[in-house]
């Protein structure tokens, strides 16, 4: 019955929230279709029981027991039957409709954030985009299931008014126009009950974004002693939420005990109405009783319409949450490029060394060298490794690879020939065989092993008791920090890309572990070029080449220990690399 499709879930029009509802609607309509079908029908079988019942009364009275009151009965049974199956039924359809529009609009908000990269946090906070996972997307479902019960409402109602319009023009008048009344009326509360729901999903959104950011940074907080101060924020917003989470139930209050009130006093007007009618004759005591029946039946129809209208004012304020998120750009390359990569070929990459070249600032890494990057300041590292693998088109127009500028290359290609290995690197749940294959390719046990032999995880190997095979826990947390930052180089290595670019790839490692990655790292890349962005003499050391880089100019190049003599010479550009580097010195130079 749902068929959950697969890759890319599709592209939703980002302009109006009710035209991405919309969307979401068309891709589940066999589902929805089916489910409309049989709410109609359970509508019907509801408005045809006081008929059946109407009809049978009179024939009582005027046969007594007859063969007609039997067939009758018997339709009775048969429309409770009916009514069953397709209530059953019908409820499995609205819960397709649920599960497609929910999980569609998640995997929507999934799949850009991939393409998007870094561009979601700089443009919203982290708790919009949980947020939009979390909560909205159900919102969205939620739509889609009160879709079915709601097309089922309106032709029980019109199918009833079009009956009792030509049994009693008056009481067919009355209930005609009696019941959207109400409806309007109910309506009234709809603008303010979704200003309170949009300030409630704000104050939401920004409480998931607090609790995120304090969850990311708890080890930092704990060290200087501010967890006492997020925890009264988170607090305070926590508050923020709660109030406006009671102001948003204070008005569903309100719109919930209308829903009951305002047909229960119609119902009522409409029995005294149609009493004062069989009296004076103009209907019989069976259309009496038929009409009361429909009186009473028509609550539940209003009852769907009302509840599918405050669903759907939930699903625009959802909707429009999920329309920012997805109207977010990437900052490299187009979605439309990211999306056609992923039904293309895998790009070659290039068995010679890659030459790199970032003209801005005159980096230029040796082709099939390791060479080591040092900059005063870590932000200018992450934002020298985004330039030379294009995380950001705005920086990389003046990088060249082989020549040709990385603009001009496919991003995909660009991706497979020039890897960045941040300086947090995540791992996900599953195994460690898994996590080491990042690209898929089927990695024998002789790679993987040579790979974590180099980036010195042989204790993690040995942590877990089915090695390879073994189940690392969501985001690494059974792994210490140094362990989690080795088994991610082993992952980078394993990409063998053209050219390698790691930012302080051994910044949670004791000195002895890191003298040991920087040796077989130097003899693992050979051929191959690599660029380390560290400040560590034990990886300095190891280098081929060592590049200063300081306010987006090369100041300085050569060995580690040609640089430590020209700084001792009194060369200016050599001392102000020692002076970056000499804080992890045992000497200084006189």
Partial sequence: MLDVPTGHPGHPPLGAPTAFLAWAARGAWPTLLLGCLLASVVSLAGAAVPLVLGTALDSGLADGVSTRLLWLALALVGIGLLSAVATSVGHAAEVGGWLHGAFSASRLVGHHVTRTGPAIGEELPTGEVVSAVANDSFQVGNVLELLPAFVGGLVGYLAVAVYMLQQSPTLGVVVALGLPVVTVVVSFLIKPLQARQKEQRDAAGRLATLATDTVSGLRILRGIGGEDVFAERYRAQSQRVRRAGVRVAGLSSVLEALQILLPG?????????????????????????????????????????????????????????????????PEAGTLAESEAADSLPRPAVPSTPGALVDTLTGLSPRP????????????????????????????????LLDGVPLRELPLAEVRHR????????????????????????????????????????????????????????????????????????????????????????????????????????????????????????LVLEHADDVVLLDDGVVHAHGRHRELLARAAAGEPDAQAYHAVVGRSLTTEVV
């Fill in 265 to 329: 006093l119609f119902v009522a007007c409409v029995v005294w109405l149609g009493a004062r009618l069989a009296i004076t004759g103009e209907i019989s005591p069976g259309q009496l009783v038929t009409f009361y029946g429909f009186t009473a039946y028509l609550s539940e129809p209003l009852r769907w319409v009302t509840q599918f209208i405050n669903f759907l004012t939930r699903g625009r304020v959802a909707a429009r949450k999920i329309t920012g998120v997805l109207s977010v750009t």
């Fill in 368 to 399: 099939g060298a390791l060479t080591a990057v040092v900059t005063p300041r870590p932000g200018e590292a992450e934002a020298v490794a985004g330039r030379l693998g294009r995380l950001d088109d705005r920086s990389s127009t003046e990088v």
């Fill in 418 to 537: 020039v890897v960045v290995a941040s300086s947090t690197p995540q791992l996900f749940t599953g195994p460690l065989r898994a996590a080491l294959d990042a690209r898929e390719d089927g990695l024998d046990d002789a790679t993987l092993l040579r790979a974590l032999h180099t980036a010195d995880a042989h204790d993690v190997l040995e942590s877990l008791p089915e090695g390879l095979d073994g189940e690392i826990t969501e985001k690494g947390r059974s792994l210490s920090g140094g362990q989690r930052q080795r088994v991610a180089l082993a992952r980078a290595l394993l990409t063998e890309p053209q050219v390698l670019v790691l930012v302080e790839p051994t910044s949670a490692v004791d000195a002895h572990t890191e003298a040991r990655i920087a040796a077989r790292l130097a003899e693992y890349r050979r051929g191959r070029t690599t660029v380390v962005l560290t400040a560590s003499p």
